[in-house]
């Protein structure tokens, strides 16, 4: 027996609401990039800061549900060691944000210069 739908929901429900329509938005738009976890504020505004920078003809989406911040790109984003240590003020190795990247959308290719997120078709 399930309980009826009462009509409040909670912040949880929100939160997952807004996610699932981000995430409908970014495979209508092929949009492609990371999210990065909230822990560390900064480190998300640097990496969002930084994408702007790698990304300068491209329309860069910031989504800050508090507890991650997804950032998008269409099709491809960009982001380099350069870009993320100019913004952070300090050496950087791209490999330190893993334990800060929940998840992505795209497929990934990493070298130590640069994360590229990209889509695999060209439709």
């Known amino acids: 027996m399930t309980a009826p739908d009462t009509g409040t929901h ?4 929100a939160d997952a609401d807004a996610a699932a329509v981000t995430a409908a938005v970014a495979v209508a738009e092929k949009l492609v990039g990371p999210v990065i976890r909230g822990i560390d504020g ?3 505004e640097a990496v969002a800061a930084a994408i702007e920078r790698d990304n300068p003809d491209a329309e860069v989406v910031v989504d800050d549900q508090g507890g991650y911040v997804r950032i998008s790109v269409p099709r491809r984003c960009v982001l380099t060691r350069v870009s993320l240590e100019e ?3 300090r050496a950087f190795r791209l490999s330190e944000l893993e334990p ?9 290719k990493q070298t ?3 994360l590229v997120w990209y889509l695999e078709r060209q439709d």
Request: glycine share 10%.
């Open 87 to 89: 913004e952070l003020g």
């Open 10 to 13: 909670t912040y949880a429900d």
């Open 112 to 114: 130590e210069e640069q």
């Open 42 to 44: 900064d480190l998300a």
């Open 100 to 108: 800060a990247l929940a998840a992505f959308a795209g497929r990934l």
